[in-house]
């Protein structure tokens, strides 16, 4: 039969696990962001390769310098959406060593900490990678003069 004092720290690691569970909730609505940004680019991107071949110069030119912008945006979309799912991930292993290591005994309060920073760092990453996108969509939009 289980003691109390073990219930009492399983209980304990379960109220330490609730704050990265709402970060994997928020990770998950910025890939939910970044997949539907990346879907809308691609779709963009088939709109121009179905134009057709005997566009004027001056037009071909212009579907080519956005697609082009497309190209750099999904990439960087895609590397956002790594280092999201990366940062998730990380996450999700910090939950199970916390529980491993209340089960087991065995101290890894530091690869905890290590692993945690990652995450964090890959967080980080995606975040400035979907600024850039950002910037980099903004910047194709021309504004008419008044």
Same mark, same amino acid.
């Given at each position: @039969?289980?003691? !109390?004092?073990?219930?009492?720290?399983?209980? +304990?690691?379960?109220?330490? =696990?609730?704050?990265?569970?709402? /970060? &994997?909730?928020?990770?998950?609505?910025?890939?939910?962001?970044?997949?539907?940004?990346?879907?809308?680019?691609?779709?963009?991107?088939?709109?121009?390769?179905?134009?057709?071949d005997d566009l004027?110069?001056?037009?071909?030119?212009?579907?080519?310098?956005? @697609?082009?912008? !497309?190209?750099?945006?999904?990439?960087?979309? +895609?590397?956002?959406?790594? =280092?999201?799912?990366?940062?998730? /991930? &990380?996450?999700?292993?910090?939950?199970?060593l916390m529980f491993a290591g209340?089960?087991?005994?065995?101290?890894?309060?530091?690869?905890?900490?290590?692993?945690?920073?990652?995450?964090?760092?890959?967080?980080?990453?995606?975040?400035?990678?979907?600024?850039?996108?950002?910037? !980099?969509?903004?910047?194709?939009?021309?504004?008419?003069?008044?």
């Open positions: @039969m289980q003691s !109390l004092t073990d219930i009492t720290e399983v209980a +304990h690691v379960i109220q330490l =696990a609730v704050a990265p569970v709402f /970060l &994997l909730m928020g990770i998950g609505a910025m890939l939910g962001v970044l997949i539907n940004r990346l879907g809308r680019v691609t779709d963009r991107f088939r709109v121009l390769e179905r134009l057709p004027p110069e001056i037009a071909r030119a212009s579907v080519r310098t956005e @697609m082009d912008r !497309l190209a750099r945006r999904a990439r960087l979309v +895609h590397w956002a959406i790594g =280092a999201c799912t990366s940062s998730a /991930l &990380l996450i999700c292993i910090v939950i199970a209340s089960v087991t005994g065995i101290k890894v309060s530091i690869l905890i900490a290590v692993l945690f920073i990652v995450a964090m760092l890959a967080l980080v990453s995606s975040l400035l990678l979907f600024l850039r996108e950002i910037t !980099l969509a903004y910047g194709g939009i021309h504004t008419v003069p008044r």
